[in-house]
């Protein structure tokens, strides 16, 4: 009970929770929109990213929209030590009610077919890092006791619905995607009666930079749009969420053609 005292505030005579949230990967774009959401509640932040001075225009407009508190740390999430070393600089503020991981990166597929060194970055960013991250987080959280009378800690974690099927356009992050993904749902089955809740995010195109040399579509969706929709997913402890959810739909159509057509289909 003491861990959630801390985050304790009055509002009108009421005692109101204020939530603490972990952000890794709290530069993009959709990170950036969920933490706006959160802010409405009055929540705490903690958000880590590589670039400095973008972190501190996001502090400065998270507390400008109601953010109790805002603390910023850099990490190279492709770096496996600078990650060794943000769970030791971060294990003051442990143990957090949400913690998202919202970072990744669209591999160039044409190197990675060419360059061993592409295809480890790809998987060391989409896949290794995320699992290395989630590690101490999971320790942290079932080490912590919890109040029968609070929802339990979450941990969100932003894939793609490009794991869903292994497609030839997108074969390595893809893949990449496909192993993260699996790893969130047997940890989601791990976890299970622990009172820690798992949330699978799995955006389909996202208008981002990191899309921005891609040609746009109706398909594509404001980062506005799907941090809003994760916001509500991780309010509403919704285990897999697909944003928009057309994209459930599409992907289940994908994922039930037999093989031999989708063999020709080469999407």
């Known amino acids: 009970m003491i861990q959630y005292l801390k985050h304790l505030n009055y509002s009108r005579g009421f005692i109101v929770m204020s939530e603490s949230i972990l952000i890794l990967g709290a530069n993009s774009a959709i990170a950036e929109a969920t933490a706006r959401c959160f802010c409405k509640d009055q929540a705490s932040f903690v958000l880590v990213a590589r670039n400095k001075q973008q972190l ?16 910023t740390y ?43 060194h592409a295809i480890i970055e790809n998987y060391n960013i989409n896949l290794i890092s995320p699992i290395l991250l989630l590690r101490p987080i999971v320790e942290d959280l079932l080490a912590a006791p919890r109040d029968a009378h609070l929802p339990g800690a979450q941990i969100a974690v932003i894939s793609s619905v490009a794991g869903d099927r292994g497609r030839a356009s997108n074969l390595y992050y893809g893949s990449a995607k496909a192993g993260l993904s699996a790893f969130l749902s047997g940890l989601r089955a791990k976890l299970h009666g622990s009172g820690i809740h798992v949330l699978t995010i799995k955006p389909g195109f996202v208008d981002t930079p990191m899309t921005a040399h891609l040609p746009k579509n109706f398909l594509f969706a404001s980062p506005t749009y ?36 989708f063999l020709k289909i080469r999407v």
């Open 56 to 71: 501190g225009l996001n502090k400065e407009d998270l507390l400008v929209r109601g953010a109790k508190k805002v603390d």
């Open 74 to 116: 850099t990490c190279d999430f492709s770096d496996f030590d600078s990650i060794h070393d943000l769970h030791k600089t971060l294990s003051v503020h442990f143990p957090f009610d949400h913690n998202l991981i919202a970072f990744g990166q669209l591999s160039d597929e044409k190197k990675c077919a060419q360059q061993a």
């Open 226 to 261: 799907v941090g809003e929709q994760i916001y509500v997913a991780m309010k509403k402890r919704r285990h897999i969420l697909y944003t928009p959810s057309l994209w459930k739909w599409i992907m289940l159509a994908i994922k039930i053609l037999p093989e031999k057509i």
